[in-house]
């Protein structure tokens, strides 16, 4: 559990203990007690505290995991250009031959538009988003080895499964902030 999970149980058992208190000072309290009205009250407040801080807490816990995914979107992106220049870099050299822009190319367009989009999707589907990013820097170390040699190029088949994979992933994850579920 990190630093904000147990944050949050130390909130949940604050917000659980004053409830605990307001009953307990309710019990103690007789049927015909003038301040027995406004104990019931405080036992209200308390609850509601207690259910309004447990109803944010999902909320809470997905946008740091969301952080933690849009980083890993960015991280992959960037390696998926890194492999991608590379490749250029062993074509301009004469070291490869030009068909490999066919396969070049469309990864560079999904995984540059896909890496941009980040900043402007919504908070829900974030794991799907990186999912889809990560399967776009494997797919840019596959065209990478294909270009170096180290693999025939039959293996750029895997690259068109990767694309796929990897649109299908982004396409997947929802395109507005659905509400996030316990």
């Known amino acids: 559990m990190g630093k904000a999970d147990e944050a949050?149980?130390?909130?949940?058992?604050?917000?659980q203990e004053e409830l605990q208190q307001a009953h307990t000072a309710l019990a103690g309290l007789g049927k015909g007690s003038p301040d027995r009205a406004e104990?019931?009250?405080?036992?209200?407040?308390?609850?509601?505290?207690?259910?309004?801080f447990e109803d944010k807490v999902p909320r809470r816990r997905d946008a740091r995991l969301r952080k933690v995914s849009s980083a890993i979107v960015y991280v992959a992106?960037?390696?998926?250009?890194?492999?991608?220049?590379?490749?250029?870099?062993l074509m301009a050299t004469h070291r490869a031959s030009w068909?490999?822009?066919?396969?070049?190319?469309?990864?560079?367009?999904?995984?540059?538009g896909l890496t941009?989009?980040?900043?402007?999707?919504?908070?829900?589907?974030?794991?799907?988003?990186?999912?889809?990013?990560?399967?776009?820097?494997?797919?840019?170390?596959?065209?990478v080895t294909v270009v170096a040699g180290f693999l025939t190029a039959?293996?750029?088949?895997?690259?068109?499964?990767?694309?796929?994979?990897?649109?299908?992933?982004?396409?997947?994850?929802?395109?507005?902030?659905?509400?996030?579920?316990?």
């Open 8 to 15: 949050d149980a130390a909130e949940v058992r604050r917000l």
């Open 39 to 52: 104990q019931v009250l405080t036992v209200f407040a308390a609850t509601d505290r207690l259910l309004d």
């Open 77 to 89: 992106g960037g390696l998926a250009a890194l492999g991608l220049i590379a490749s250029a870099l």
């Open 99 to 112: 068909w490999y822009l066919i396969a070049v190319i469309p990864t560079a367009i999904l995984a540059g």
């Open 116 to 143: 941009a989009a980040e900043q402007r999707s919504p908070v829900s589907g974030h794991r799907l988003r990186a999912g889809a990013l990560v399967v776009l820097a494997l797919t840019s170390g596959l065209i």
């Open 154 to 182: 039959w293996a750029l088949a895997g690259v068109v499964v990767g694309l796929i994979a990897a649109f299908a992933l982004w396409a997947a994850a929802p395109d507005d902030d659905a509400e996030v579920t316990r």
